[in-house]
Each structure stands twice: as C-alpha cells, then as structure tokens.
C-alpha cells in the first residue's frame, strides 16, 4: 500500500473527533520487524516520525491481531511508547498478505479507553477492506482488458482463411515475375509493365500485414481514433470474406470527421464485430453499407444489412454474453463487448431496423475534445 484509500482520511478525522484519541500514525508493515509510516494525524509533538520513515518493530506489534494497550505488550511496545504512543490496532490484507499497524495516542497521553480500542481496531480492518477492493478492482480491469485483446484476436482468427488469400493473390504475381526474369529480364515491355505490378503487389501484402497487426496488438493512445483510417481498416480485412459470400461491402462517409474520443483499437474492435456480423447475416447479392457522419458533439457510425433483421423484442438481448438469434446456435461476446466499449467512452450502441428492411446497428460516439 503506497497511499490511503480514497475517503479513509475522513475516516481517521471523524475517529480523532468522536474519540479521546488525539493523534493516530498509520504504518504498513514491510517485514516483519520493519514499518513504514504511511500518514501522521492529529496533534504534533516533539516526538513525531517523519511520513516515509521506517520504523523497526518487535514481531509481537506487528504479528499480533485486533487492538490492544501499548503497556500489555511489555518491551515489545517500547519502541512506540517511546513515541508517545497508548494503543495500536493491527489488521491484514487476506488477498495480499500485508498487513496494517493504527498507532494511537491518548487525550494527554493517557491510556485509551475500550471503546477507543475498539474503534481503533474497526479503523484498521477498515483500511485494509479499502485496500482490498482497490486490488480486486485493479485486477478486474486488468482482467477486462484481457477479455478485449481475446476478442480483438478471435475476429482475426476467424478470418485467416481470408487474410491467406489475399497474400496469396499478391504472391502468385511476384512468382510470375521471378519465373520470367531469367529467360526475359532484357524484355523492356516485361520490365515496364509486370515490375510495378508485382511492386504494387508486394506493398498491398505489406499494408494488410500492417493492418492485422494493427488490429492484433493495442494502440499506445486512449482516444483521438480516425474513423476513415479505422472503417478503411475494417473494409480491407473484410474484402475476401464479402466477396467469398458474394455481398457488397460499401462504406459511404462524410469527407471531413472530427476524431472520436475513443481508442483506435477499439474502434476498430466494434466495427469489426458489427460487420462481420452484418456479412453472416446477409443473403448473396446483398449489401453491407458502413456510413458515418458527424454533429458538433458527435460521431455517428452506422452498420446496415439486408439480412432478416433482429425482432424488437430480442434487439436487448442481442447484447448480452452468448446470446445467438440462430437456434441451437451458441452466441459469442462481440456484441456485449462492443457495447461496453461505446459505453466506456461516453457512447452507446443500438440496433433498430435498416430502411429498406434488415438490422442496423448505430454507435455512437463523443468527438474528441481539444485540452
């Protein structure tokens, strides 16, 4: 523990008020015989210990549990009745194993009463509770931004049968190339009109290379996201895949886009999900149209299909872990996800029906603000 919890300092100065405490030292034990002082309240004195110093203790103040009298631990407690100190309470981190030591002292000095202690003791397992939750919150997070690097990477894995191909393409025209040049490498109209071809080739690969790695790996910012780059993005990896399922997949979007206060992954997480979503949902010869525009506070992205569209009453549902409208199908988290995300950065996302029939799915998001 490196600070208190947020809220805990009132704790400790409702404590000083409400009690005949008049100053308590906040330790966090090291090891076992050494403490760190973490916070000082209450009056001074001439015999205060400096915040961040480090104070050697006896095993028996800081192994011990629960409040007690300085004067019951005997020498163990001379070096904080040294301090001036009457009382301490020592409570423990289950998760984490550290351990906390309340050092009080009494109105003048005097010894602390039992409800003192007692309050003493209920302010100690107080601070480690705190500190308890910041962990378990702190994982959490961690954990959550696992769960959206695994689905950033499960929309790529589906679609490596894609990504093949459309290397493949590219490399067949370099190894045509390379077949000739020993027997034509002279050839002038060889040189002009196959050599940037095949170069025109190469940088493609590179650039779909670039462009699943992009999506694969996390971005250093946390918002400022170009919606042509990231909709750009999403349409070239999806370009096999559309045309393998014989349905067009068009983008249509305002010229100028303010930046979108969300991250450039994740922007290109949802609309990864929501289109490869709107091409299973699509019949052959259909259309999946991504258009955005924007207002003076707003982006909107819109995702359309000519699919059979989602019933009203299951349009809620559709956001939830697992939830398929196929039956017997067992759905995935895209969507619960995607919709996490647009909340997190201030958005949302909804589905209502196209206007020629179909599902279409509307995020939104805050533009960027300049600081």
Known sequence: MD??????????????????????????????????????????????????????????????????????????????????????????????????????????????????????????????????????????????????????????????????????????????????????????????NFLPVALDEIRRVERLLENVLSHARPSAGSGGADVHDAIASVTQLLSQRARASVVSLESDCEDALPAAAIGEDELRQVLLNLCINALDASPQNGRVRIAASSSHDALRIEVSDEGPGVPSELREKLFEPFFSTKDGATGGLGLAISRRIASACGGRLTVGDGSSGGAVFQLEVPVERAD
């Open 3 to 192: 600070a208190l919890p947020e809220g805990f300092s009132r704790r400790l100065d409702t404590l000083l008020r409400d009690t005949a405490i008049e100053r308590i030292v906040v330790l966090v034990c090291e090891d076992d015989d050494l403490a760190r002082v973490l916070a000082d309240y209450g009056a001074a004195d001439a015999g205060a210990v400096a915040v961040g110093a480090v104070l050697s203790l006896p095993r028996a103040c800081t192994r011990r549990s629960g409040p007690c009298e300085i004067a019951d631990l005997g020498e163990a407690g001379k070096p904080l009745a040294d301090l001036g100190f009457s009382g301490l309470a020592v409570a423990s981190n289950a998760t984490s194993g550290s351990r906390v030591v309340l050092a009080a002292r009494g109105e003048r000095g005097r010894a602390l009463r039992p409800r003192d202690l007692a309050e003493l003791g209920s302010a100690a397992q107080h601070l480690v509770a705190g500190d308890d939750r910041a962990g378990i919150a702190s994982r959490l997070e961690s954990l959550d931004e696992q769960v959206c690097r695994l689905d950033r990477l499960a929309a790529l894995g589906g679609l490596v049968a894609e990504i093949v191909h459309e290397i493949r393409n590219p490399l067949v025209s370099v190894k045509t190339l390379l077949e000739l040049l020993p027997e034509q490498g002279d050839d002038p109209e060889l040189l002009e």
